[in-house]
């Protein structure tokens, strides 16, 4: 992979994924996802557990530079016509991606269970419920009721830890496998040399 093709924007996105499970599982050791506990395990882990507010940061960095990665990633793969025949099944897969990496970073958001999550989920829970017909249906099941508490919190919880990490290895292991079966990353770089050699 030529650096100039891909930056490994890819790559990297995958490595901080990998760095973001296993930072996941650490902190699930020290972590209750039941109110008012998880406040006081956040706290906990800034001032009790060894290595825990380090532990913390590492998992909420990677979070955010996966976020602004995958979205280079989209923007770059865009602007060099990945989107075109033969990669627009994985195109389609890499925007289901996208999606499911802000899932991630917001189902995560109300975890530490603080002021900050508690009205950033609130207020995103409220422009959920604004879209037509289906909006205050799907607010009501993401939040198992109609305020932000520990069902929500428990519902975050499992969809942040199980369910969307599950469905995101799914698609990463398409998202690779259509790479190879599409001939790799760089078909229009060999054709655009190839031109260049017929002149």
Not at 15 to 25: K, Q, S, W
Not at 26 to 40: I, S, W
Not at 110 to 118: F, H, I, T
């Amino acid at each position: 992979l030529r650096v100039r093709a891909t930056h490994y924007l890819g790559s990297l996105s995958f490595l901080l994924f990998v760095l973001l499970t296993v930072t996941g599982v650490l902190l699930m050791f020290y972590y209750h996802p039941a109110v008012p506990q998880a406040y006081h395990d956040m706290k906990d882990l800034q001032f009790v557990v060894s290595n825990g507010l380090f532990l913390r940061n590492l998992h909420r960095l990677a979070a955010h530079l996966m976020v602004i990665l995958v979205f280079w990633h989209m923007f770059h793969v865009f602007y060099r016509g990945g989107y075109k025949p033969p990669h627009e099944y994985n195109w389609v897969v890499g925007v289901v991606l996208l999606l499911l990496t802000l899932l991630l970073s917001y189902t995560g958001y109300l975890l530490p269970w603080d002021q900050l999550a508690y009205w950033a989920i609130t207020v995103g829970s409220n422009i959920i419920s604004a879209m037509p017909v289906l909006g205050r249906p799907i607010r009501f099941l993401l939040l198992g009721g109609n305020l932000v508490g520990e069902n929500a919190l428990l519902r975050f919880y499992v969809l942040h830890c199980v369910i969307l990490p599950l469905v995101a290895v799914l698609f990463i292991a398409v998202h690779f496998w259509r790479i190879q079966k599409d001939g790799g990353l760089t078909i229009q770089e060999k054709s655009a040399q190839g031109k260049s050699h017929d002149r």
